[in-house]
Structures are given as structure tokens and as C-alpha cells.
């Protein structure tokens, strides 16, 4: 089992930056990929960014040059940077890892204002 708990997220003003975190515990020696998703209102849950454990990274096109995943395996951490920030980018973003399973956290709030 894993357990992913995130941190950050909030109310920004469009043009504006937010930070995400989060920390994976538990059977964390298999994780292989972990990443961040999100569901915005009224939409699917989408893939913004994964990372492997040796730092290769894949965007969704929507975030490219704006967002910035990194990992950190030493403290069992990823993050994500959201930079440039728009009202499109409004919605619950998810924590993600995967071993043989797949786990989620709990999602964390972002809200972009206009």
C-alpha cells in the first residue's frame, strides 16, 4: 500500500504561480511513476504531468513551458510548479503513484481567478 498526502493549492490570480506537493509513504520502495492529474468542473480527469523515478517527465500539451514536475526519491516527494497560471487551469489536481496498483491522494483545490 501507499498513501499520498498532498499540500498546497489555493486561490491565485491569473498570471500568478502556486506550488503542490506531495508526499507518498508506505510501500514506496515500488513506486515507479508518479504524477499529477486534475478534474476540472464539469470535465474528465486529466494527465498534467508524470515522472519516472529517474527524472524523465512527460506534459500535457495545455501545461507545457507553464508547469514543472520534479521528484525528489530521497524524501519521497513530488512537486509541481505551476507558473503563468489561467483560469482554464481551475480544478482539483491529484496526487499519483503507481506500482502493480495505482493510488491517489485526496486532491487539493486550485483556483485560477480571471
Known amino acids: 500500500q501507499v498513501q499520498l498526502v498532498e499540500s498546497g493549492g489555493g486561490l491565485v490570480q491569473a498570471g500568478g504561480s502556486l506550488s503542490l506537493s506531495c508526499a507518498a509513504s508506505?510501500?514506496?520502495?515500488?513506486?515507479?511513476?508518479m504524477g499529477w492529474y486534475r478534474q476540472g468542473p464539469g470535465k474528465q480527469r486529466e494527465l498534467v504531468a508524470i515522472?519516472?523515478?529517474?527524472?524523465?517527465?512527460n506534459y500535457a500539451d495545455s501545461v507545457k513551458g507553464r508547469f514543472t514536475i520534479s521528484r525528489d526519491n530521497t524524501k519521497n516527494t513530488v512537486y509541481l510548479q505551476m507558473n503563468s497560471l489561467k483560469p482554464d487551469d481551475t480544478a482539483v489536481y491529484y496526487c499519483?503513484?503507481?506500482?502493480?496498483?495505482?493510488?491517489w491522494g485526496q486532491g487539493t483545490q486550485v483556483t485560477v481567478s480571471s
Open positions: 515522472i519516472t523515478r529517474g527524472g524523465n517527465t
Open positions: 499519483n503513484a503507481r506500482t502493480d496498483n495505482t493510488y
Open positions: 508506505g510501500n514506496i520502495f515500488r513506486i515507479n511513476l
